[in-house]
């Protein structure tokens, strides 16, 4: 039977519980998390769900207490951002996965993205990072009217939609509407305060920064003050065609001007309680998997590391180690 380590199991970690209660083959599924109260909210998913009964949960407070013969499939880590290195540093002692799923932000330290690079290398691991905007068709269908494109123009902005916590979402799409062939770097940055992100001791930053790709395509990405703004308005452009989307919570409206004619259309996005299971399906099968490789993603989270570093440093917020992003 198919083993899956969920290490973290808050707000993200339970959203991937309750997708791989779906899953169509019998799982073992091996949770890691010490806050104990969460368990009423895992015993209540699992009670809830009507096809669980042919999966077997096994719960501990520790990753270090997980079976050392354990044959680990798939393993997916969603803690935050402040242990991640550390646990991947203690399972890759012992135990190489068959596959591996990483949550954003992945690490506060900088050199943590190269420390752990080399562990994966080294251990030839196959590592993907949950930055999951590709794997929704309605955005690979969006993309696929800029395929032709020599240089794009791209904008997000919106209220207070988490500037530092999910800008890496929006490099990987952009990374991918420009095939992914060039290197990214901050040209503008206009940051003006932080503000307490929803989990306790991070933090997150009101502002405007731009970024250029090596073909000068450009992304935008703006945030505001108007919390109660839930939709985030994304246009993408190039020098014929012109696409703008307002997205609220999972439902995505477009209005399309494409070779001069105009429509209209309305898209669903899957929550990440649809996605997980679909993720380790295809990652077991072999299948297509849209999700940016550990060494891609690496580089989207650097692209505004110094820059967001920084400014939590003038503001008294960050060290040399430390970067308060979850």
């Not at 368990?39 to 096994?58: F, S």
């Not at 916590?165 to 060039?182: A, E, P, Q, S, W």
Request: charged share 25%; with cysteine; glycine share 4%.
């Amino acid at each position: 039977m198919t083993n899956i380590i969920l290490i973290g199991c808050g707000n993200i970690g339970l959203r991937h519980f309750q997708s791989l209660l779906t899953y169509v083959e019998p799982l073992n599924i091996y949770i890691v998390e010490p806050d104990l109260s969460k368990k009423i909210k895992i015993d209540n998913l699992y009670k809830d769900n009507t096809q669980n009964k042919r999966h077997t949960i096994n719960l501990y407070t520790h990753h270090l207490n997980l079976p050392l013969d354990i044959k680990m499939h798939v393993l997916i880590i969603a803690t935050s951002s402040s242990v991640r290195s550390l646990i991947i540093e203690d399972i890759f002692k012992n135990n190489i996965p068959q596959f591996t799923l990483l949550e954003k932000f992945l690490f506060q330290d900088k050199k943590d993205y190269f420390k752990i690079e080399e562990i994966f290398l080294k251990s030839q691991a196959k590592v993907w990072v949950n930055q999951n905007m590709v794997i929704q068709e309605a955005f690979r269908e969006v993309a696929d009217y800029f395929k032709a494109s020599n240089k794009i123009e791209m904008a997000v902005c919106g209220g207070n939609w988490g500037l530092c916590c999910n800008h890496v979402h929006f490099i990987d799409y952009f990374d991918y509407l420009t095939m992914r062939k060039g290197k990214m770097k901050s040209s503008l940055v206009k940051f003006r305060h932080t503000l307490p992100s929803k989990r306790n001791g991070f933090y997150d930053i009101i502002g405007r920064v731009e970024i250029v790709n090596q073909n000068l395509s450009t992304l935008i990405l703006e945030t505001d003050d108007d919390k109660k703004n839930d939709e985030v308005f994304i246009t993408i452009k190039d020098d014929q065609n012109s696409i703008s989307l307002r997205v609220n919570d999972n439902i995505m409206n477009g209005e399309f001007l494409i070779n001069n004619k105009k429509f209209s259309k309305e898209y669903k996005n899957l929550y990440q309680s649809e996605l997980t299971s679909k993720i380790v399906y295809n990652l077991l099968n072999n299948f297509i998997n849209y999700l940016p490789t550990y060494s891609m993603s690496k580089n989207h989270h650097l692209v505004l590391f110094d820059e967001f570093n920084d400014f939590f440093k003038g503001n008294n917020l960050a060290g040399d180690n430390f970067l308060p992003i979850t």
